[in-house]
């Protein structure tokens, strides 16, 4: 079974309680057992993560291109800043990993500064506003990418 990481950045931890009518009433482990769920279907072994910290996730980033794991990241408020974070995932794409960028909500359809991601532009492709289930695209998404 191929390794893949999901990547969850700041306040996502907060999920089912930070504004349920943007995010759903799901919650971390929710997402966490339907990541794994949805991961064997496609023979993918799936490990969920969340950081509030910044660092964290760029060596999350290090990491897997290191040793080859696929990446599906929601960077959260990360997206539309973190120069570092955009810096660490294009080394997935140099190491010739997917890298699928998801978002539960839509951030084009949100506040201006949540319209700019810094993350898209190194990513293999960008899934949004699909709730939980972007993750299952992301991951399928991952395996199309692996099987060419």
């Not at 599906?72 to 973190?82: C, I």
């Not at 960028?101 to 293999?124: G, K, L, M, Q, W």
Request: hydrophobic letters at 40%.
């Amino acid at each position: 079974m191929t390794r893949v990481i999901v990547v969850n950045g700041p306040n996502l931890g907060r999920l089912g309680v930070r504004e349920p009518d943007v995010y759903g009433h799901q919650d971390l482990d929710t997402l966490r057992a339907d990541c794994r769920a949805w991961g064997q279907e496609l023979g993918l072994d799936v490990e969920v993560r969340q950081t509030d910290d910044e660092a964290t996730m760029i060596g999350w980033m290090h990491q897997a291109a290191d040793e080859g794991t696929p990446v599906v990241m929601n960077p959260a408020a990360f997206t539309h800043y973190s120069y570092g974070l955009a810096d660490a995932a294009h080394m997935l794409g140099d190491a010739g990993l997917p890298l699928i960028e998801v978002h539960i909500s839509n951030p084009a359809a949100r506040e201006s500064f949540r319209r700019h991601s810094v993350i898209s532009p190194v990513a293999t492709a960008t899934i949004t506003g699909m709730g939980f289930y972007g993750y299952k695209l992301a991951l399928e998404a991952v395996a199309h990418c692996l099987a060419q």
